[in-house]
């Protein structure tokens, strides 16, 4: 059974700062790994999709990577502004079976940038 | 232009009462979700239909249902909420198929609040 952990479970910076965002999986049998962010009572947005043959992903001052045999992704935050404030959830879709595209997800980072 | 809707974004009912949330998408996808999401956990995926074939995840109580009449439409049905079921109820769908495994796409979730 897939397991998937994030740490830390929260992070409060100042504003410029950049940061690491940590997740580990058990199963390296995966097709792809995506983050997401959620705002407080809101849907989740994707941010990053990696398939399981690429190492990393960039868009804009967010970069993600993955090392799909050690189970392990980071997501990077350059710069990091108030707005970026929010749950940051890590999510494998585990290959083999008929998982049809099932997402496993990590309990989330819980990430303040303050002023 | 939405893609995956969620019909209401806010649901109160009470104890014992049954209620249904709905879903709908304009990608044709083939498969749906549903994932419940208590407060400040990750995610957990409830059901799927692959076009369908109705697949419940083995620890989903008795007391959740679910309906998918056409490709575009899924309902989910708690037949008698009990306290613990309130969270937020978040719809995805994706395509899969021997050519395409294609990430999910969220629906902004329905708030389900039991008195």
């Known amino acids: 059974k897939q397991e998937v952990t994030q740490i830390p479970a929260a992070l409060s910076v100042p504003e410029g700062e950049n940061l690491v965002l940590n997740c580990s999986f058990t199963?390296?049998?995966?097709?792809?790994l995506q983050w997401f962010r959620q705002d407080p009572g809101k849907g989740l947005t994707s941010l990053l999709l990696?398939?399981?043959?690429?190492r990393e992903q960039t868009s804009g001052r967010l970069n993600a990577s993955l090392d799909k045999s050690s189970g392990r992704s980071t997501l990077y935050i350059a710069a990091s502004q108030p707005g970026d404030s929010a749950t940051y959830l890590c999510?494998?879709?585990?290959?083999?079976?008929?998982?049809?595209?099932?997402?496993?997800f990590g309990q989330g980072t819980i990430l303040t940038v303050h002023p | 232009d939405a893609m995956v809707i969620q019909n209401p974004r806010y649901q109160v009912t009470q104890f014992g009462k049954p209620v249904t949330l709905s879903c709908s998408q304009t990608l044709n996808h083939n498969v749906m979700y549903w994932y419940q999401q208590k407060s400040s956990q990750a995610p957990k995926l409830l059901f799927h239909y692959y076009d369908k074939d109705f697949n419940n995840e083995a620890d989903t109580p008795d007391n959740f249902q679910s309906r998918r009449p056409n490709t575009s439409f899924c309902f989910l049905d708690i037949r008698s909420p009990g306290l613990g079921d309130a969270a937020m109820y978040l719809c995805?769908?994706?395509?899969?198929?021997?050519?395409?495994?294609?990430?999910?796409?969220f629906g902004p979730g329905t708030r389900l609040l039991v008195l």
């Open positions: 995805a769908t994706s395509r899969w198929d021997s050519q395409s495994r294609e990430t999910q796409y």
């Open positions: 990696i398939q399981s043959s690429q």
């Open positions: 199963d390296s049998a995966i097709y792809n």
């Open positions: 999510a494998v879709m585990s290959a083999g079976g008929t998982s049809y595209g099932k997402l496993t």
